[in-house]
């Protein structure tokens, strides 16, 4: 391949991935403004990550009506007024599965770690902390599957960010404090946790 191939490779790319995001972008925007449902956000934003041709990125957008998004003052906000401290990441969504696992040991995940809307958590005879305090969110749920056998699972969420807790406790424990916001309707985005303790425990604290 010559230079000349090897630079105009290089602007295509970079063409690629600037076209890539602002579908993103878009898309978001739509979703925002309540034109698609989640449903429809999450299978167009897989979609646009797995893009290879601008025609593929165009397809998924073209049928969009024109919004603007929405003002700090906005009528529609995330529950209770909570504002993502990192920011909101579209690229997120539908990106590979995240999953941890912990035998017999400590397993903490602080910082900006989060890759994915979708985590998977294995527990068994230890403790996993799963800290979404410093984290940039996806539009929409991040999906976090905790599955603890005679161990502990605790989720530290900032304060404000809405969760919906449905995991099975069977000779165990599955509890949200009370600082916890649980009320998700008209949210932006939230944390949905299934899964399942056994003999062991999955809890849920806000804070700041």
Same mark, same amino acid.
Not at 53 to 58: F, K, R, T, V
Not at 96 to 124: A, E, I, K, Q
Not at 130 to 152: K, N, S, Y
């Given at each position: 391949?010559?230079?000349?191939?090897?630079?105009?490779?290089?602007?295509?790319?970079?063409?690629?991935?600037?076209?890539?995001?602002?579908?993103?972008?878009?898309?978001?925007?739509?979703?925002?403004?309540?034109?698609?449902?989640?449903?429809?956000?999450?299978?167009?934003?897989?979609?646009?990550?797995?893009?290879?041709?601008?025609?593929?990125?165009? +397809?998924?957008?073209?049928?969009?009506?024109?919004?603007?998004?929405?003002?700090?003052?906005? +009528?529609?906000?995330?529950? +209770?007024?909570?504002?993502?401290?990192?920011?909101?990441?579209?690229?997120?969504?539908?990106?590979?599965?995240?999953?941890?696992?912990?035998?017999?040991?400590?397993?903490?995940?602080?910082?900006?770690?989060?890759?994915?809307?979708?985590?998977?958590?294995?527990?068994?005879?230890? +403790?996993?902390?799963?800290?979404?305090?410093?984290?940039?969110?996806?539009?929409?749920?991040?999906?976090?599957?905790?599955?603890?056998?005679?161990?502990?699972?605790?989720?530290?969420?900032?304060?404000?960010?809405?969760?919906?807790?449905?995991?099975?406790?069977?000779?165990?424990?599955?509890?949200?404090?009370?600082?916890?916001?649980?009320?998700?309707?008209?949210?932006?985005?939230?944390?949905?946790?299934?899964?399942?303790?056994?003999?062991?425990?999955?809890?849920?604290?806000?804070?700041?």
């Amino acid at each position: 391949m010559t230079a000349y191939q090897n630079e105009s490779r290089g602007y295509h790319d970079g063409g690629m991935e600037s076209v890539r995001q602002q579908t993103i972008d878009r898309l978001t925007a739509a979703f925002a403004a309540d034109a698609i449902t989640m449903d429809e956000y999450e299978r167009r934003a897989t979609a646009a990550n797995a893009a290879t041709s601008l025609d593929q990125l165009e +397809s998924l957008s073209f049928d969009l009506p024109a919004v603007q998004r929405p003002k700090p003052d906005g +009528s529609r906000k995330p529950a +209770s007024g909570y504002n993502s401290k990192n920011g909101i990441n579209a690229s997120l969504v539908g990106s590979t599965p995240l999953t941890t696992g912990c035998v017999m040991g400590d397993r903490n995940l602080t910082g900006n770690w989060l890759s994915s809307d979708r985590v998977s958590s294995f527990t068994v005879m230890g +403790s996993t902390k799963l800290d979404l305090r410093d984290v940039d969110l996806p539009p929409g749920p991040v999906h976090i599957e905790a599955f603890t056998l005679m161990g502990e699972t605790k989720i530290v969420v900032p304060r404000g960010l809405p969760v919906r807790l449905n995991v099975f406790a069977f000779m165990g424990e599955s509890q949200a404090g009370r600082d916890v916001n649980q009320q998700i309707n008209g949210a932006t985005t939230w944390v949905e946790i299934s899964g399942f303790a056994m003999m062991g425990s999955v809890t849920v604290r806000a804070m700041d």
